[in-house]
């Protein structure tokens, strides 16, 4: 995945570009084809930045991600807590539990220590070796946590009863999202949950426009600068295309699940409760 980065840091990302990535304070250089381009970085939030269509949460990013995520996106410590709730309905003695996209491993944690007693395992998969190096460095704890480096899109799930997606999906091409759902949805057990979070897109282009701006205004409110803003939206051109609420349900319930719901909308971020 292409790299935002840590102003003033050289990071070299395996898989980005077929060659290599130079960061320095105003610009990083792709080498590609033997031709050196330049890719202007824009500033995100503090230290944080990246340049055009380029987000990703690889490099350094880890180091700032909880910080700016929290501020970045409504209610989403209070999601985390809705999510540890309702796996408490879900989550059985023996269990095996999944978060897809478990950055830093703040969720995965928390519901490993609401179920210490009962789990038999819980894996945070995240493409990230630095999302994951964080994760097993804060919350590594073999006998019940795994933190794992791995694509959810590939990853051989074995039977579970509780699968959480917490905003990640939506950084997969919208027939990639079903492919994973279908996977997660074969392996689990009758009766047991998955938690989808995503950013969604309105069917209706007064009502995009709204949210929107509303959404601009939360960001401000949360002490972003304009610029930032503008920079972080930018940066996620093809990396992030929002499917609407009514395509999330439908993708749902043709992957298996009989009983969706919607659980949580705040703005343009949506979650939903898909039951096997
Ligand atoms: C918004 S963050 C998830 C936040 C986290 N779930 C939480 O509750 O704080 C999205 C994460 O998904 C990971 N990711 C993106 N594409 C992935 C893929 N194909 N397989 C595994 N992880 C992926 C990113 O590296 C990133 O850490």
């Known amino acids: 995945m292409h790299c935002p980065s840590i102003i003033g840091a050289a990071v070299s990302i395996p ?23 330049d890719l202007d970085l824009e500033k995100v939030d503090g230290e944080l930045s990246a340049s055009l269509a380029s987000w990703s949460f690889g490099g350094t990013v ?9 501020r970045s996106v409504p209610m989403y410590s209070e999601c985390h807590e809705l999510i540890l709730s309702l796996s408490d309905f879900f989550v059985r003695p023996d269990s095996i539990v999944y978060e897809l996209g478990s950055a830093t491993g ?16 819980i894996i945070g998969i995240d493409i990230e070796q630095s999302m994951v190096t964080e994760a097993e460095r804060r919350y590594g704890n073999p006998s019940v946590v795994q933190f794992v480096e791995a694509d959810v899109r590939s990853y051989k799930f074995e039977p579970s009863d509780f699968v ?4 990640t999906l939506q950084f ?3 027939e990639e999202r079903h492919h994973v759902i279908k996977a997660v949805c074969e392996k689990m057990a009758r009766g047991g ?12 282009g007064r009502l995009q426009d709204l949210v929107d701006q509303l959404y601009a205004d939360y960001k401000l409110g949360n002490g972003f600068e304009p610029t930032e ?17 009514a ?30």
């Open 172 to 174: 997969l091409r919208p």
């Open 164 to 167: 959480v997606s917490y905003y």
């Open 15 to 37: 898989g980005s570009f077929d060659g290599s990535v130079v960061q320095d304070a105003k610009s990083q250089q792709r080498i590609s084809g033997g031709e050196v381009q």
């Open 247 to 276: 395509e999330n349900i439908a993708a749902l319930r043709e992957a298996g699940f009989s009983v969706v719901g919607l659980i949580h909308k705040g703005l343009c971020f949506e979650g939903y409760l898909a039951i096997k």
């Open 193 to 204: 949950a998955f938690v989808l979070f995503e950013k969604v897109r309105e069917r209706d």
């Open 62 to 70: 880890y180091r700032s991600f909880d910080e700016h995520i929290t």
């Open 106 to 121: 703040v969720l995965t944690a928390q519901l490993a220590q609401r179920h210490a007693s009962k789990l038999r395992r």
């Open 229 to 245: 803003i503008l920079a972080k939206t930018r940066s996620l051109r093809s990396v992030l295309e929002p499917s609407t609420s």
